[in-house]
C-alpha cells in the first residue's frame, strides 16, 4: 500500500515537472487582456435571452409606456420550465427583459406603479423576476438582467431624476436576487412615448445623459462579477446585427473609448472589433428564435429552422463570439412547443457535430517551432485553455503537423487561442496531405476564444496549421477536428410557372428521391437529379436520404396544381406579377381589393388557394372573401364566400374547396383586411377537380 502510494507520488511528480511551463517564461501580455470576469464569460459560450413582460400581451414589440398594468396576465407561468428548457440545450444562463422600453417592472419595484403588483398576475403579490432568479438557482443556471435605460413610460423620462429612478431600479435588481452574471443595457434610448401622459417625443443626448460611469461604478460595487453589456461594452459589446452573425474576421479588442450606445454608426464601424482595439471587450451575437423578439402567435410557423440554427450557432460561437438566443416567452408565460421542438434539433445536431474530436486519434504531433519546453505542440491536443503552444518572441509565424495512424476522413476545424494573453493571429492556414499530396483546404483570418470552420469532407493522412502572421507569437490553446454527419431534412419543393419543379436539400451529397403518383418515395424511387417539368395537377412526395448512414429524412408532401403559365392578372394594382410566380416572398397590392385572372383555358375548377403576405409586419392580409368564377370574363358567378378563420394569428396558406364549376376566369374578392389596408396577396391559386 505504502508502496504503491509512493510510486504515485514519483510518478505525479514526474508529470509535474514534465508540464511545468515555468521550465521556459511564458510570452508577455499582448494588451489588451481580459479580466478575470471576462474570462470566465467566455466560458459560458451560449446562453438563452427571454422577452417577456408588457408587449407579450399586447402584441407588441416596442410598447408606447400608455399599457395598463392589468393587461400582464400569464396563466401558466413557469420558470422553471423555462430553466430546464435551457439547460437542456446546453445553455449556462438566462438573460431576462426585467424592464423594457415600455417601462413595465417584472419586479415589485418602489420606484413605480407602472409594474406586476397592479397587475392581476398572483393579485399583485407576484415577483417574475424572483421566480427566474430562483428557477435559474434550481437548475444550476446563470441569471442576468436586462434593464432598458429607456423608459416611454416613466414621467421624468429625460431629466436627471430618471437616471436615479433607473439606478434605484438597477440597485433592487442587483440586491434583492441573488448573483448576476450579466447585466444588459440596450442602445435604443429616446423617442416618442406616453411618458407619464406627456405623450411627446424626448431626445436625449444618449452619450452623456446616463451618466454611465456612475452607473457602472454601482454594478462593480453590488456585483463585481457581473458583465457589464452594451454597445460600447464597457465589458461585452454588441455584435451589430439582431441576426447572430459575428464576421469572419473578429476581434475582441475594440477602441471603447470612441464608442457609445447608439451610436448610429457602431454596427459599420466597430462591431467587428479592431485589431488595435484599445480594451478588451468580445462580441455577444444577439439573435431571436422567431423574427420577433416577442411572443406573436402569428410567428408560430416562423421559427428558426435547423439550417438557420446551425448558420446562427457557426457564425457565433464559430467566430469568437458567444450566442445569446431568444425565446419570445408565450402570453401563458412558457416557452412554446415550437421554440423547444427547434431548439432540441439545433442541440442534438451540435452534439453529433462535435461528438468525436478527431484530431485526438493522431499517432504524432509536431510542430516546426516552439518556445521551450512547457511550449510544445501536444498542449493543443489536452483541450484545456491553459496549456497552449506558443513560438519564440520574435517569431510571428509557425506550423503544427497532426500525422494520422489512419487516413481521417474530417469537414470542421476548430482552433483556439489562449485569449488571457490577449488576442494574437491575424491570419492562418490549414493545409491537408491527401492521396495525392499536400493540399491548402482553407484559410482564415481571427481566432480569439474559439474558430470553427465548416469544410468539405476532407480524407488526410496528417494536417498542418500553420500561423501565417500574428501580433505577437502565438498562443494555440487548442486544435480540434470533427467529422458532422451530413443533415439530412426533409427536400424543398419550388416551381416555376412553366411547371418546372426544382427539388433541393440544404447539404451537397445528400440523395432525393421523388414520386407523382402518391405513393411513399424511398430508395427505389425515382431519384432526382435536374429540374423536371409537372404540367398538371398531382402530389409530389419526396425524401433525402444519405448514401453513406443511409439516414432518411421525413417526406414532404406537396399537392402540384396546374401549371400558371398562361395565366394573366387583369386587375389593377401594384406588381400584378407577384400575384402567380409561385413565390410567396412577393406581394401583389390589388387597388379594387380584388384579384382577377384570366387561366388561359376552360377548367374544371374544385376550390382555390390564398397565401397571405408573408413579410414580417403584414399590411392588407384578406380576412373575409368572396371567390367568383366566370367563363367569358363578363358574366360571374359566387363560387364561395367566407372568412380566413385565424389568419391573424396563423397566416399560412388558406385552401378553401367548393363544388366542382367549368370556369377560365377566377376573382378573389377582399370583403375584408385585418387592418383595414388595401387587400394583399402572397399568391394565388386553384385546385383543379381530380
Ligand atoms: C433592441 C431592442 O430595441 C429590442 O426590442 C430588443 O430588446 C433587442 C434585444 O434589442 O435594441
Not at 454611465?212 to 465589458?235: C, H, K, M, S
Not at 402518391?518 to 431519384?527: N, W
Request: hydrophobic share 40%; charged share 20%; with cysteine.
Amino acid at each position: 500500500m505504502i508502496y504503491r502510494f509512493s510510486l504515485l507520488g514519483i510518478l505525479l511528480m514526474a508529470v509535474f515537472v514534465s508540464c511545468n511551463p515555468s521550465s521556459s517564461p511564458a510570452p508577455a501580455p499582448v494588451l489588451p487582456i481580459p479580466n478575470e470576469h471576462q474570462l470566465a464569460w467566455q466560458d459560458l459560450e451560449f446562453y438563452g435571452f427571454v422577452h417577456f413582460n408588457m408587449n407579450t400581451f399586447t402584441n407588441m414589440e416596442w410598447g408606447t409606456g400608455a399599457e395598463d398594468p392589468a393587461m400582464f396576465n400569464p396563466t401558466a407561468f413557469d420558470a422553471n420550465q423555462w430553466a430546464q428548457v435551457c439547460k437542456d440545450a446546453g445553455m449556462k444562463g438566462i438573460i431576462i427583459t426585467a424592464k423594457h422600453h415600455d417601462g413595465f417592472c417584472l419586479w415589485p419595484t418602489s420606484t413605480t406603479e407602472h409594474s406586476i403588483k397592479n397587475s392581476p398576475y398572483k393579485n399583485g403579490e407576484g415577483d417574475i423576476i424572483r421566480e427566474i432568479a430562483e428557477a435559474c438557482k434550481a437548475h444550476g443556471l446563470k441569471f442576468g438582467v436586462y434593464l432598458s435605460p429607456w423608459d416611454r413610460n416613466h414621467a421624468a423620462y429625460g431629466t436627471p431624476e430618471y437616471v436615479e429612478v433607473f439606478r434605484i431600479q438597477l440597485r433592487e435588481l442587483l440586491t434583492q436576487y441573488g448573483e448576476v452574471f450579466e447585466v444588459w443595457f440596450d442602445g435604443a434610448n429616446g423617442g416618442t412615448g406616453y411618458y407619464g401622459g406627456a405623450n411627446e417625443d424626448r431626445k436625449v443626448d444618449k452619450r452623456n445623459y446616463y451618466d454611465w460611469p456612475n452607473t457602472y461604478a454601482l454594478v462593480r460595487e453590488l456585483q463585481p462579477q457581473a458583465v457589464i453589456f452594451g454597445d460600447a461594452g464597457p465589458d461585452v459589446r454588441w455584435v451589430g446585427n439582431e441576426h447572430g452573425f459575428a464576421y469572419e474576421t473578429t476581434w475582441s479588442n475594440l477602441m471603447r473609448d470612441s464608442v457609445y450606445g447608439g451610436m448610429p454608426e457602431y454596427s459599420e464601424k466597430y462591431s467587428a472589433g479592431q485589431e488595435n482595439g484599445t480594451h478588451w471587450v468580445p462580441a455577444e451575437a444577439d439573435v431571436s428564435i422567431r423574427p420577433g423578439w416577442y411572443y406573436h402567435e402569428y410567428e408560430d410557423h416562423k421559427v428558426r429552422s435547423l439550417p438557420e440554427l446551425l448558420d446562427i450557432y457557426y457564425n457565433s460561437i464559430g467566430r469568437n463570439a458567444s450566442l445569446l438566443l431568444n425565446f419570445p416567452v408565450d402570453k401563458r408565460g412558457l416557452i412554446h412547443e415550437n421554440d423547444v421542438a427547434q431548439l432540441k434539433k439545433l442541440t442534438d445536431k451540435v452534439a453529433e457535430d462535435f461528438a468525436t474530436n478527431l484530431a485526438l486519434t493522431h499517432a504524432s504531433v509536431t510542430s516546426d517551432i516552439h518556445r521551450g519546453p512547457g511550449f510544445e505542440a501536444a498542449n493543443v491536443l489536452d483541450e484545456k485553455q491553459d496549456t497552449y503552444w506558443a513560438t519564440p518572441d520574435d517569431v510571428l509565424s509557425g506550423s503544427i503537423t497532426l500525422s494520422f495512424k489512419e487516413p481521417t476522413t474530417f469537414n470542421r476545424f476548430l482552433v483556439q487561442e489562449h485569449i488571457a494573453l490577449g488576442q494574437r493571429v491575424k491570419a492562418f492556414t490549414l493545409e491537408a496531405e491527401t492521396s495525392t499530396g499536400w493540399e491548402l483546404i482553407t484559410e482564415g483570418t481571427t481566432i480569439g476564444f474559439k474558430r470553427i470552420l465548416r469544410l468539405d469532407e476532407t480524407t488526410a493522412k496528417a494536417i498542418r496549421f500553420t500561423v501565417t502572421d500574428a501580433k505577437a507569437s502565438p498562443t494555440i490553446a487548442n486544435l480540434a477536428l470533427y467529422y458532422a454527419p451530413k443533415l439530412v431534412l426533409a427536400p424543398t419543393v419550388k416551381r416555376t410557372n412553366d411547371g418546372l419543379v426544382t427539388l433541393s436539400v440544404p447539404e451537397a451529397g445528400v440523395d432525393i428521391f421523388y414520386t407523382l403518383d402518391g405513393s411513399i418515395p424511398g430508395a427505389t424511387s425515382q431519384k432526382y437529379d435536374t429540374p423536371f417539368l409537372v404540367d398538371g395537377a398531382l402530389d409530389l412526395k419526396a425524401v433525402a436520404m444519405d448514401p453513406v448512414s443511409g439516414r432518411q429524412s421525413d417526406v414532404t408532401s406537396v399537392a402540384l396544381d396546374i401549371p400558371k403559365k398562361d395565366w394573366m392578372v387583369l386587375s389593377a394594382g401594384k406588381a400584378p406579377e407577384n400575384l402567380i410566380d409561385e413565390n410567396i416572398a412577393t406581394n401583389y397590392l390589388a387597388e379594387n381589393g380584388e384579384a382577377v385572372v384570366d387561366l388561359g383555358t376552360v377548367y374544371p375548377l374544385a376550390g382555390f388557394t390564398y397565401m397571405p403576405m408573408q413579410n414580417r409586419y403584414m399590411s392588407g392580409v384578406v380576412s373575409g372573401y368572396e371567390f367568383l368564377v366566370s367563363m367569358d370574363g363578363k358574366a360571374w358567378s359566387k363560387a364561395a364566400e367566407g372568412e380566413f378563420g385565424n389568419i391573424a394569428n396563423s397566416p399560412l396558406l388558406q385552401r378553401v374547396t367548393f363544388n366542382p364549376v367549368e370556369a377560365r376566369f377566377i376573382r378573389l374578392k377582399a370583403i375584408k383586411t385585418l387592418d383595414g389596408n388595401p387587400a394583399s396577396f402572397a399568391e394565388l391559386g386553384v385546385i383543379t377537380e381530380r
